[in-house]
Nanobody, 117 residues
Framework: QVQLVESGGGLVQAGGSLRLSCAASRSIFSFPTMGWYRQTPGKQRDLVATITSVGSTNYADSVKGRFTISRDNAKNTVYLQMNSLKPEDTAVYYC???????????WGQGTQVTVSS
């Protein structure tokens, strides 16, 4: 019964900031890789950022320098700090976890981020 629950989405003005949280129902050490994806209507989910159990991070080019992914192992939570938001960042953001061995993908329910101009 693995669950990933996102929170922190909302409506912000361009240039503003939001912090997304993803709370896992089990130790995030169960997931060698965790991260965030985003999706707009009619499009595939695109990678935003990932973080490994040893703290290595990767970012989409479109968010480098603006977004920061982090993890708090004691709280079983992954965060996405989003600064300097742009209207093109508007999307549903999904928390993601890759299982040990890389065989299974787990997804949260998504949280809406809307950036107004």
């Amino acid at each position: 019964q693995v669950q990933l629950v996102e929170s922190g989405g909302g409506l912000v003005q361009a240039g503003g900031s939001l912090r997304l949280s993803c709370a896992a129902s089990r130790s995030i050490f169960s997931f060698p890789t965790m991260g965030w994806y985003r999706q707009t209507p009619g499009k595939q989910r695109d990678l935003v950022a990932t973080i490994t159990s040893v703290g290595s991070t990767n970012y989409a080019d479109s968010v480098k320098g603006r977004f920061t992914i982090s993890r708090d192992n004691a709280k079983n939570t992954v965060y996405l700090q989003m600064n300097s938001l742009k209207p093109e960042d508007t999307a549903v953001y999904y928390c993601y976890g890759k299982s040990i061995g890389g065989s299974y993908d787990y997804w949260g329910q998504g949280t809406q981020v809307t950036v107004s101009s």
